[in-house]
């Protein structure tokens, strides 16, 4: 058979998707040590085997859009490619989410009819969900352990070396924070952008400090609480309009995100209708979403642990439900663009930008 037969040879359904191999799968500890195998252990082990094909999924998904975002210079095409992919991995998730409640079909009782047979495995001991979590760009020094251990020592050396691996490598939080950086458009000609958004702030504060002030339906305590809410360029806009600051809060861990990718993607979510960056912000609002979806999934996770077993240790020797809370809790990756709604202003009190530079931002054609 030549090369080119062979290339459109006939594939059968059952071949080509490795069905014997998957669907034999399965294989219930029940069964292997009761006389009668527990019922819902088959649903226990598929929906965690569905689980990592689709954390495999999400691999395969994440690694292309870095191998886009680590070149130096990003494509714009290449945005589009990204936030669909992206945006797939988001489907993904809202399954993942909705496949607890598949999980919640079997009761506390039914679960305890195998779950003696489980120990010590573990969740935690996904090690593909610990390479999404690399590769979005988890810090290991903002990782929740359990029982003081870290998080890779239930895997066998050659997986921990390939966890490091993604460590040592940039992640999709570095590598939109480096493309963030290189954001033009914030100093053009006699326009800088930071300086023209200090001056709307404060225009915009005034506004509001006068009438609050000025209000005939507060009190004077009332006004004082509001002024107080309102805060002003030195309390939530600080962190931009002082690069010290910043810095300041990057030390001490509040924030993660350069003050150069901060002020950019600040930006970018200001003029957000300006053509050119169309893409730029959906960008965002989809690591923001994924972002999103990670801490639901955590959080409905810790809910279902709370329904099977309540207060009991985990399998795995973690304190089961208050580990998985926290984690939820804490485990943000692209919180510091969730903060940027921190800063917005009314686009009424947007700077007017340079007729030059809205035409750079622009799609523009010329007639011949």
Same mark, same amino acid.
Request: no cysteine; proline share 3%; glycine share 4%.
């Given at each position: 058979m030549s090369d080119e037969s062979k290339k459109y040879a006939t594939v059968h359904y059952n071949n080509y998707l490795g069905l014997d191999q998957l669907l034999s799968a399965q294989k219930l500890k029940s069964a292997e040590l009761d006389a009668e195998p527990a019922h819902d252990e088959m649903l226990f082990i598929i929906v965690h085997q569905a689980y990592e094909l689709w954390f495999k999924?999400? *691999?395969? +998904?994440? !690694? @292309? $859009?870095?191998? =886009?975002?680590?070149?130096?210079? $990003?494509?714009?095409r290449s945005l589009g490619t990204a936030i669909a992919r992206l945006e797939r991995v988001i489907e993904i998730q809202k399954l993942l989410i909705n496949q607890i409640r598949i999980m919640e079909t079997m009761t506390p009782l039914d679960f305890l009819d195998f779950r003696n047979y489980l120990f010590p495995a573990s969740g935690f001991q996904s090690y593909q969900f610990r390479m999404v979590e690399n590769l979005l760009g988890l810090e290991n020094e903002h990782r929740i352990t359990y029982n003081g251990r870290p998080y890779d #020592? $239930?895997?066998?050396?050659?997986?921990k070396e390939k966890l490091q691996d993604v460590v040592d490598a940039t992640s999709l939080f570095e590598? $939109? #924070?480096?493309?963030?950086e290189r954001t033009p458009f914030l100093k053009f000609g006699d326009f800088e952008f930071l300086e023209a958004y200090r001056d709307a702030v404060n225009r915009m504060? !005034?506004?509001e400090q006068k009438a609050i002030k000025e209000s005939g339906y507060l009190n004077e305590q009332e006004k004082e609480i509001r002024l107080q809410m309102l805060g002003g360029t030195d309390t939530y806009f600080q962190s931009v309009l002082d690069k010290s600051s910043h810095q300041k809060r990057l030390q001490n861990g509040e924030l993660r995100? @350069?003050? #150069?990718? /901060?002020?950019?993607?600040?930006?970018?979510? =200001?003029y957000r209708d300006e053509p050119i960056l169309h893409l730029p912000f959906k960008l965002l609002v989809t690591l923001i979403e994924i972002d999103e979806a990670l801490t639901t999934w955590r959080y409905r996770h810790a809910q279902m642990v709370m329904r099977m077993i309540g207060n009991k240790i985990g399998t795995g020797g973690s304190s089961g439900h208050a580990y998985l809370r926290k984690t939820a809790e804490t485990h943000h990756i692209f919180k510091d663009l969730h903060? *940027? @709604? /921190?800063?917005? *202003?009314?686009? @009424? +009190?947007?700077?007017?930008?340079? !007729?030059?530079?809205? #035409?750079q931002l622009d799609f523009n054609f010329k007639h011949q």
């Amino acid at each position: 058979m030549s090369d080119e037969s062979k290339k459109y040879a006939t594939v059968h359904y059952n071949n080509y998707l490795g069905l014997d191999q998957l669907l034999s799968a399965q294989k219930l500890k029940s069964a292997e040590l009761d006389a009668e195998p527990a019922h819902d252990e088959m649903l226990f082990i598929i929906v965690h085997q569905a689980y990592e094909l689709w954390f495999k999924q999400i *691999i395969h +998904e994440l !690694e @292309s $859009v870095l191998d =886009l975002f680590r070149k130096k210079r $990003v494509h714009p095409r290449s945005l589009g490619t990204a936030i669909a992919r992206l945006e797939r991995v988001i489907e993904i998730q809202k399954l993942l989410i909705n496949q607890i409640r598949i999980m919640e079909t079997m009761t506390p009782l039914d679960f305890l009819d195998f779950r003696n047979y489980l120990f010590p495995a573990s969740g935690f001991q996904s090690y593909q969900f610990r390479m999404v979590e690399n590769l979005l760009g988890l810090e290991n020094e903002h990782r929740i352990t359990y029982n003081g251990r870290p998080y890779d #020592e $239930v895997f066998d050396q050659k997986k921990k070396e390939k966890l490091q691996d993604v460590v040592d490598a940039t992640s999709l939080f570095e590598a $939109v #924070e480096d493309w963030l950086e290189r954001t033009p458009f914030l100093k053009f000609g006699d326009f800088e952008f930071l300086e023209a958004y200090r001056d709307a702030v404060n225009r915009m504060l !005034e506004k509001e400090q006068k009438a609050i002030k000025e209000s005939g339906y507060l009190n004077e305590q009332e006004k004082e609480i509001r002024l107080q809410m309102l805060g002003g360029t030195d309390t939530y806009f600080q962190s931009v309009l002082d690069k010290s600051s910043h810095q300041k809060r990057l030390q001490n861990g509040e924030l993660r995100l @350069s003050y #150069e990718a /901060t002020i950019a993607a600040l930006f970018i979510n =200001l003029y957000r209708d300006e053509p050119i960056l169309h893409l730029p912000f959906k960008l965002l609002v989809t690591l923001i979403e994924i972002d999103e979806a990670l801490t639901t999934w955590r959080y409905r996770h810790a809910q279902m642990v709370m329904r099977m077993i309540g207060n009991k240790i985990g399998t795995g020797g973690s304190s089961g439900h208050a580990y998985l809370r926290k984690t939820a809790e804490t485990h943000h990756i692209f919180k510091d663009l969730h903060g *940027i @709604s /921190t800063l917005l *202003i009314p686009r @009424s +009190e947007l700077p007017d930008l340079p !007729e030059a530079l809205k #035409e750079q931002l622009d799609f523009n054609f010329k007639h011949q």
